[in-house]
């Protein structure tokens, strides 16, 4: 069993930077493939980025490509979404996920096993 925790959301400008955090609590972390994903009011959930257990490959969604970066530290259970120049289409609430498998189709919900609680991103004009 994993737990997932995120924070670090709030509320910015356009052209802010946040980082969010997301701290895993249970065995085999390093173990996972590490998801981000974000819901907007009155939208789907969709993906942000995600990570491989190593640390070495990533994949973007589109939307956030060039402004976010993912990353993770095995040692310390956390995984991390950087955003940059934020836009108030990125408000959302942000969830991290965990999977045990890797490949494009972890763009999708499904095959991740774990979730956070989500926290929340506004960014005002």
């Known amino acids: 069993q994993l737990q997932l925790v995120e924070s670090g959301g709030g509320a910015v400008q356009t052209g802010d930077s946040l980082r969010l955090s997301c701290a895993a609590s249970?065995?085999?972390?390093?173990?996972?493939?590490m998801g981000w994903f974000r819901q907007a009011p009155g939208k789907e959930r969709e993906f942000v980025a995600v990570?491989?257990?190593?640390?070495?490959?990533?994949l973007y969604a589109d939307s956030v490509k060039g402004r976010v970066a993912i990353s993770r530290d095995n040692a310390k259970n956390m995984v991390y979404l950087q955003m940059n120049s934020l836009q108030p289409e990125d408000t959302a609430v942000y969830y991290c996920?965990?999977?045990?498998?890797?490949?494009?189709?972890?763009?999708?919900?499904?095959?991740?096993?774990?979730w956070g609680q989500g926290t929340q991103v506004t960014v005002s004009s």
């Open positions: 990570i491989k257990w190593s640390g070495t490959t990533t």
């Open positions: 996920a965990a999977a045990t498998i890797w490949g494009v189709i972890l763009q999708s919900e499904g095959p991740y096993n774990y």
């Open positions: 249970g065995p085999t972390f390093s173990g996972y493939a």
